[in-house]
Protein backbone atom coordinates (compact mmCIF):
# COMPACT_ATOMS: atom_id res chain seq x y z
CA UNK A 1 0.00 0.00 0.00
CA UNK A 2 1.58 3.67 -1.05
CA UNK A 3 1.73 5.80 1.83
CA UNK A 4 0.25 9.53 1.33
CA UNK A 5 2.22 11.75 0.60
CA UNK A 6 2.46 14.61 2.99
CA UNK A 7 1.78 18.26 1.72
CA UNK A 8 5.43 20.00 2.00
CA UNK A 9 5.87 22.54 4.45
CA UNK A 10 6.60 26.59 2.44
CA UNK A 11 8.71 27.18 5.79
CA UNK A 12 6.70 29.92 7.11
CA UNK A 13 5.21 30.41 10.11
CA UNK A 14 1.36 29.96 10.79
CA UNK A 15 -0.75 32.71 10.90
CA UNK A 16 -1.77 31.57 14.76
CA UNK A 17 1.71 31.64 15.56
CA UNK A 18 2.66 34.67 14.39
CA UNK A 19 -0.54 36.47 16.43
CA UNK A 20 0.50 34.19 19.49
CA UNK A 21 -2.75 34.45 22.31
CA UNK A 22 -1.28 37.60 23.92
CA UNK A 23 -1.72 39.69 20.17
CA UNK A 24 -5.44 38.87 20.36
CA UNK A 25 -5.92 39.92 23.74
CA UNK A 26 -3.96 43.57 22.44
CA UNK A 27 -5.93 43.84 18.97
CA UNK A 28 -9.16 43.92 21.61
CA UNK A 29 -7.36 46.36 23.65
CA UNK A 30 -6.49 48.25 20.87
CA UNK A 31 -10.45 48.02 19.54
CA UNK A 32 -11.54 49.11 22.82
CA UNK A 33 -9.30 52.18 23.17
CA UNK A 34 -10.39 53.47 19.86
CA UNK A 35 -14.27 53.11 20.78
CA UNK A 36 -13.39 55.02 23.89
CA UNK A 37 -11.78 57.61 21.86
CA UNK A 38 -14.40 58.47 19.82
CA UNK A 39 -16.98 58.34 22.58
CA UNK A 40 -14.67 60.72 24.05
CA UNK A 41 -14.57 63.00 21.02
CA UNK A 42 -18.71 63.10 20.88
CA UNK A 43 -18.59 64.28 24.09
CA UNK A 44 -15.92 66.74 23.89
CA UNK A 45 -17.77 68.06 20.44
CA UNK A 46 -21.43 68.32 22.20
CA UNK A 47 -19.53 70.43 25.32
CA UNK A 48 -18.33 72.63 22.59
CA UNK A 49 -21.63 72.72 20.81
CA UNK A 50 -22.73 73.49 24.43
CA UNK A 51 -20.77 76.14 25.52
CA UNK A 52 -21.04 78.29 22.03
CA UNK A 53 -24.82 77.55 22.04
CA UNK A 54 -24.85 78.94 25.67
CA UNK A 55 -22.39 82.05 25.22
CA UNK A 56 -24.58 83.11 21.61
CA UNK A 57 -27.70 83.02 23.74
CA UNK A 58 -27.70 86.83 23.93
CA UNK A 59 -26.87 87.28 20.46
CA UNK A 60 -29.18 84.89 18.36
CA UNK A 61 -32.48 84.40 18.46
CA UNK A 62 -34.32 81.40 17.89
CA UNK A 63 -31.62 80.12 20.83
CA UNK A 64 -32.65 78.22 24.72
CA UNK A 65 -31.06 78.83 27.61
CA UNK A 66 -32.07 77.63 31.24
CA UNK A 67 -34.65 75.38 33.09
CA UNK A 68 -36.59 76.60 35.88
CA UNK A 69 -39.72 75.92 37.67
CA UNK A 70 -41.72 78.50 36.64
CA UNK A 71 -41.89 82.07 34.54
CA UNK A 72 -40.71 84.00 37.78
CA UNK A 73 -37.71 82.40 37.70
CA UNK A 74 -37.26 82.47 33.93
CA UNK A 75 -38.18 86.03 33.59
CA UNK A 76 -35.10 86.79 36.21
CA UNK A 77 -32.38 85.26 33.92
CA UNK A 78 -33.37 87.95 30.88
CA UNK A 79 -30.80 89.88 30.38
CA UNK A 80 -30.21 93.36 32.28
CA UNK A 81 -31.66 96.32 29.54
CA UNK A 82 -33.60 93.35 27.53
CA UNK A 83 -37.62 93.05 27.00
CA UNK A 84 -39.63 89.97 27.90
CA UNK A 85 -42.97 89.25 25.87
CA UNK A 86 -44.78 89.98 22.81
CA UNK A 87 -46.74 92.91 23.60
CA UNK A 88 -44.25 95.28 21.44
CA UNK A 89 -44.99 97.60 18.26
CA UNK A 90 -41.23 96.38 16.31
CA UNK A 91 -41.86 93.50 17.09
CA UNK A 92 -45.84 93.45 16.05
CA UNK A 93 -44.20 95.09 12.52
CA UNK A 94 -41.05 92.56 12.12
CA UNK A 95 -44.25 89.86 11.58
CA UNK A 96 -46.13 92.35 9.09
CA UNK A 97 -42.43 92.61 7.07
CA UNK A 98 -42.30 89.15 7.43
CA UNK A 99 -45.51 87.77 6.73
CA UNK A 100 -45.45 84.60 4.40
CA UNK A 101 -48.65 82.76 3.03
CA UNK A 102 -46.59 79.82 1.86
CA UNK A 103 -47.54 77.07 3.73
CA UNK A 104 -44.82 75.43 6.07
CA UNK A 105 -44.84 71.77 6.81
CA UNK A 106 -46.53 72.26 10.24
CA UNK A 107 -49.92 73.96 8.91
CA UNK A 108 -50.28 70.66 6.88
CA UNK A 109 -51.80 68.54 9.42
CA UNK A 110 -54.15 71.44 10.71
CA UNK A 111 -55.27 72.15 7.05
CA UNK A 112 -56.05 68.33 6.55
CA UNK A 113 -58.48 68.53 9.82
CA UNK A 114 -59.92 71.64 9.40
CA UNK A 115 -61.16 70.26 5.71
CA UNK A 116 -63.06 67.48 7.52
CA UNK A 117 -64.80 69.53 9.66
CA UNK A 118 -64.81 73.53 8.22
CA UNK A 119 -68.22 73.02 6.44
CA UNK A 120 -69.90 72.52 10.09
CA UNK A 121 -68.47 75.23 11.71
CA UNK A 122 -69.36 78.94 12.09
CA UNK A 123 -66.26 80.27 14.80
CA UNK A 124 -63.05 79.38 14.55
CA UNK A 125 -60.92 81.07 18.03
CA UNK A 126 -57.41 81.12 17.08
CA UNK A 127 -55.59 81.92 20.44
CA UNK A 128 -52.15 83.69 19.73
CA UNK A 129 -53.11 84.12 15.94
CA UNK A 130 -50.53 86.62 15.88
CA UNK A 131 -51.51 89.57 12.80
CA UNK A 132 -53.97 87.10 10.99
CA UNK A 133 -51.36 84.44 9.73
CA UNK A 134 -53.31 81.38 10.22
CA UNK A 135 -56.26 83.07 8.39
CA UNK A 136 -54.90 84.41 5.34
CA UNK A 137 -52.36 80.98 4.59
CA UNK A 138 -55.50 79.00 5.27
CA UNK A 139 -58.40 80.77 2.98
CA UNK A 140 -56.47 80.38 0.31
CA UNK A 141 -57.27 76.38 0.55
CA UNK A 142 -60.51 76.37 2.13
CA UNK A 143 -63.89 77.68 2.55
CA UNK A 144 -63.98 80.51 4.93
CA UNK A 145 -66.58 82.76 3.29
CA UNK A 146 -69.04 82.24 6.16
CA UNK A 147 -66.84 81.19 9.09
CA UNK A 148 -65.88 84.08 11.90
CA UNK A 149 -62.76 83.82 12.35
CA UNK A 150 -61.53 85.40 15.86
CA UNK A 151 -57.81 86.26 16.71
CA UNK A 152 -56.59 86.70 20.19
CA UNK A 153 -53.05 88.44 20.65
CA UNK A 154 -51.67 90.62 22.30
CA UNK A 155 -52.65 94.14 21.46
CA UNK A 156 -49.61 95.32 20.03
CA UNK A 157 -49.77 92.60 17.61
CA UNK A 158 -53.76 93.03 17.30
CA UNK A 159 -53.01 96.23 16.18
CA UNK A 160 -51.11 95.57 13.52
CA UNK A 161 -53.16 92.72 12.64
CA UNK A 162 -56.01 94.66 11.85
CA UNK A 163 -54.54 96.82 9.81
CA UNK A 164 -53.11 93.57 8.04
CA UNK A 165 -56.51 92.30 7.78
CA UNK A 166 -58.31 95.52 6.96
CA UNK A 167 -59.80 93.82 3.46
CA UNK A 168 -61.12 90.71 5.05
CA UNK A 169 -64.41 90.90 6.90
CA UNK A 170 -64.44 87.65 8.27
CA UNK A 171 -61.63 88.08 10.62
CA UNK A 172 -61.87 90.05 13.74
CA UNK A 173 -58.90 90.16 16.37
CA UNK A 174 -59.42 90.65 20.67
CA UNK A 175 -57.23 91.28 23.22
CA UNK A 176 -59.31 89.66 26.09
CA UNK A 177 -61.36 86.38 26.35
CA UNK A 178 -64.19 88.57 27.54
CA UNK A 179 -64.78 90.25 24.66
CA UNK A 180 -66.31 86.58 22.99
CA UNK A 181 -69.65 87.78 22.28
CA UNK A 182 -70.05 84.36 20.33
CA UNK A 183 -72.59 81.34 22.34
CA UNK A 184 -70.44 78.82 20.90
CA UNK A 185 -67.09 78.00 19.41
CA UNK A 186 -66.64 75.48 17.13
CA UNK A 187 -62.93 75.33 16.71
CA UNK A 188 -60.27 76.17 19.18
CA UNK A 189 -57.03 76.68 17.58
CA UNK A 190 -53.58 77.02 19.21
CA UNK A 191 -50.26 77.30 17.17
CA UNK A 192 -46.92 77.70 18.48
CA UNK A 193 -49.07 79.69 21.19
CA UNK A 194 -49.95 77.51 24.69
CA UNK A 195 -46.80 77.30 25.85
CA UNK A 196 -45.97 80.89 26.15
CA UNK A 197 -48.63 81.22 28.98
CA UNK A 198 -47.86 81.20 32.85
CA UNK A 199 -51.14 78.88 33.60
CA UNK A 200 -52.31 77.25 30.32
CA UNK A 201 -54.61 75.20 32.48
CA UNK A 202 -56.30 77.67 32.71
CA UNK A 203 -57.54 78.54 28.78
CA UNK A 204 -59.83 75.86 28.50
CA UNK A 205 -61.75 76.99 31.99
CA UNK A 206 -62.44 80.54 30.84
CA UNK A 207 -63.54 78.97 27.60
CA UNK A 208 -65.82 76.49 29.80
CA UNK A 209 -66.58 79.47 32.31
CA UNK A 210 -67.65 81.84 29.29
CA UNK A 211 -70.04 79.36 28.02
CA UNK A 212 -68.39 79.10 24.91
CA UNK A 213 -66.60 75.32 24.98
CA UNK A 214 -65.05 74.34 21.69
CA UNK A 215 -65.98 71.24 19.49
CA UNK A 216 -62.78 70.71 18.60
CA UNK A 217 -59.57 71.90 19.95
CA UNK A 218 -56.13 72.11 17.86
CA UNK A 219 -53.46 72.46 19.03
CA UNK A 220 -49.43 72.64 17.06
CA UNK A 221 -46.51 73.52 17.22
CA UNK A 222 -46.21 72.20 21.16
CA UNK A 223 -43.31 71.31 23.09
CA UNK A 224 -44.28 67.77 24.35
CA UNK A 225 -41.56 64.80 26.01
CA UNK A 226 -41.81 62.37 28.44
CA UNK A 227 -39.92 64.16 31.22
CA UNK A 228 -41.34 66.68 33.70
CA UNK A 229 -42.98 69.85 33.09
CA UNK A 230 -40.23 72.86 32.95
CA UNK A 231 -39.76 76.27 32.22
CA UNK A 232 -36.85 77.66 29.76
CA UNK A 233 -36.23 80.76 28.39
CA UNK A 234 -36.07 81.81 24.39
CA UNK A 235 -34.68 84.48 22.91
CA UNK A 236 -37.03 85.70 20.06
CA UNK A 237 -34.94 88.20 18.68
CA UNK A 238 -36.03 91.90 19.78
CA UNK A 239 -37.71 90.37 23.01
CA UNK A 240 -37.04 87.45 25.44
CA UNK A 241 -40.05 85.21 26.54
CA UNK A 242 -40.36 82.07 28.94
CA UNK A 243 -41.99 78.73 27.40
CA UNK A 244 -43.09 75.84 28.87
CA UNK A 245 -41.84 72.05 27.79
CA UNK A 246 -44.89 70.02 28.93
CA UNK A 247 -45.07 65.97 29.88
CA UNK A 248 -47.07 64.78 27.03
CA UNK A 249 -49.10 62.64 28.92
CA UNK A 250 -50.53 65.26 31.58
CA UNK A 251 -50.79 67.60 29.08
CA UNK A 252 -53.09 65.20 27.02
CA UNK A 253 -55.20 64.33 30.11
CA UNK A 254 -55.59 67.29 31.11
CA UNK A 255 -57.28 67.98 28.07
CA UNK A 256 -59.09 64.74 28.19
CA UNK A 257 -60.29 64.93 31.41
CA UNK A 258 -62.30 68.14 30.07
CA UNK A 259 -64.55 65.60 27.87
CA UNK A 260 -62.71 65.27 25.18
CA UNK A 261 -61.30 62.54 23.21
CA UNK A 262 -57.84 62.45 21.18
CA UNK A 263 -58.44 62.23 17.58
CA UNK A 264 -55.02 62.38 15.79
CA UNK A 265 -51.26 63.38 17.27
CA UNK A 266 -48.34 63.87 14.54
CA UNK A 267 -44.50 65.44 14.64
CA UNK A 268 -43.63 68.82 14.04
CA UNK A 269 -40.36 68.64 12.71
CA UNK A 270 -39.86 72.11 12.04
CA UNK A 271 -39.69 73.40 15.62
CA UNK A 272 -37.03 72.22 17.99
CA UNK A 273 -36.07 73.31 21.47
CA UNK A 274 -32.14 73.06 22.44
CA UNK A 275 -30.91 74.06 26.07
CA UNK A 276 -27.51 73.94 26.20
CA UNK A 277 -26.06 71.37 28.82
CA UNK A 278 -29.40 69.69 29.28
CA UNK A 279 -29.57 67.07 26.57
CA UNK A 280 -32.69 64.73 28.33
CA UNK A 281 -34.74 67.92 28.31
CA UNK A 282 -33.89 69.35 24.91
CA UNK A 283 -36.13 68.78 22.35
CA UNK A 284 -35.35 68.06 18.47
CA UNK A 285 -39.18 68.02 17.40
CA UNK A 286 -42.14 69.26 18.69
CA UNK A 287 -45.83 68.13 18.96
CA UNK A 288 -49.65 68.61 17.47
CA UNK A 289 -52.78 67.42 18.54
CA UNK A 290 -56.43 67.39 17.66
CA UNK A 291 -59.13 67.00 20.20
CA UNK A 292 -63.24 66.38 19.61
CA UNK A 293 -66.03 65.89 21.90
CA UNK A 294 -67.41 63.46 19.16
CA UNK A 295 -65.83 61.59 16.73
CA UNK A 296 -66.42 62.14 13.15
CA UNK A 297 -65.36 58.85 12.13
CA UNK A 298 -64.96 55.27 14.78
CA UNK A 299 -61.67 54.18 14.81
CA UNK A 300 -58.35 52.99 17.01
CA UNK A 301 -56.91 55.52 19.22
CA UNK A 302 -54.25 57.59 17.87
CA UNK A 303 -50.48 56.55 18.27
CA UNK A 304 -47.88 58.96 18.73
CA UNK A 305 -44.92 58.48 16.81
CA UNK A 306 -41.49 60.18 18.12
CA UNK A 307 -38.52 58.12 18.09
CA UNK A 308 -36.64 61.89 17.76
CA UNK A 309 -38.81 63.17 20.60
CA UNK A 310 -35.43 64.45 22.83
CA UNK A 311 -32.09 64.23 22.20
CA UNK A 312 -29.92 61.75 23.01
Known amino acids: ?15 RA ?31 NDAYSYVVFTRRGGQFRGVFENFDQAEAAVPSGRRIGYDHEDLAREYQAALSLRLESFDYPILFHLD ?14 NIGIHYLRYKRYLKLETVKWIVLDQPAIVRVGRETCFDSPSISFITNIAELNE ?3 DVLLASGS ?15 EHSTSPTHILVNRLPLYDGPQFV ?11 QYVFNRDRFIKAIENLHYELIDAW ?19 Y ?22 SHSA
Request: glycine share 10%.
Open 1 to 15: MRPRSKTPSSGRPSE
Open 18 to 48: IRGPGLGRLHRFGAAKVRGVKKLVRATTKLA
Open 116 to 129: RIIAQCRVVFDFGG
Open 183 to 185: PQI
Open 194 to 208: MQYLASPELLLQKLI
Open 232 to 242: TLQNGGLVYYP
Open 267 to 285: VDTADSCMIPFNPKKSLRT
Open 287 to 308: AGLYFSKTRATPGPAPTYHNRA
